[in-house]
């Protein structure tokens, strides 16, 4: 680890105390875990203390861990399904920083939103909660971004059917977008050569 990550790594261990959940280093990068209850104060402090000054988010996005059944948390049997992520950026330390905060309930996935804290959160949150359906409590204008207003679900779920529910498509008679179940056949993508023998019998 560099010199300039053990700083900041010190940093946030002194700063933050034991509200850092987990401190680790990934990728050549130091992530950091904090709890949803305290998500948002958190936020304020990585962008405010001088010693931090994280002034700008790079990115945010939703994750959804439903299938990632081999980490500690389930070990310790807490299992949470959905996580936010942000990705920070120190312009006075030229350092940065992933944040990771997981929502506590999987059913009704919410977090705080940060866009009070950094402004370029606003269409991140709107895309995770577009794609994934966390909601980000204190977001002003929470509505779909990439999908039609229409749409049912969140895509990027991963018990998201890959065909999705319904279809679109311009019907010239009613002059108008109509949905409808959709009609797509499942199809085998997966090259012959690699399948096993009875591979898709009974």
Not at 6 to 14: A, P
Not at 54 to 71: H, N
Not at 120 to 145: P, T, V, Y
Request: aromatic content about 12%.
């Amino acid at each position: 680890m560099s010199v300039k990550l053990q700083r900041l790594r010190r940093n946030l261990t002194e700063i933050l105390g034991m509200r850092a959940r987990n401190l680790a280093l990934v990728g050549g990068e130091v992530t950091l875990e904090v709890a949803a209850a305290d998500y948002f104060e958190i936020a304020q402090t990585l962008r405010d203390h001088p010693d931090l000054r994280f002034e700008q988010l790079m990115d945010l996005c939703g994750v959804d861990y439903v299938s990632y059944g081999t980490t500690d948390r389930v070990a310790a049997g807490r299992s949470p399904r959905f996580a936010v992520v942000s990705h920070l950026l120190s312009l006075t330390h030229n350092w940065r920083l992933r944040v990771r905060v997981f929502a506590p309930d999987d059913d009704f996935p919410v977090v705080a939103s940060v866009t009070p804290v950094w402004n370029g959160a606003n269409w991140f949150e709107r895309e995770a909660f577009d794609l994934f359906g966390i909601l980000f409590e204190g977001h002003d204008d929470l509505r779909r971004i990439l999908t039609d207003y229409g749409f049912v679900g969140h895509p990027f779920r991963k018990d998201f059917p890959l065909s999705g529910y319904v279809e679109m498509s311009y019907d010239a008679e009613q002059r108008r977008v109509v949905y409808q179940p959709v009609t797509i056949e499942p199809r085998e993508v997966t090259p012959r050569i690699i399948r096993e023998e009875n591979y898709g019998r009974g």
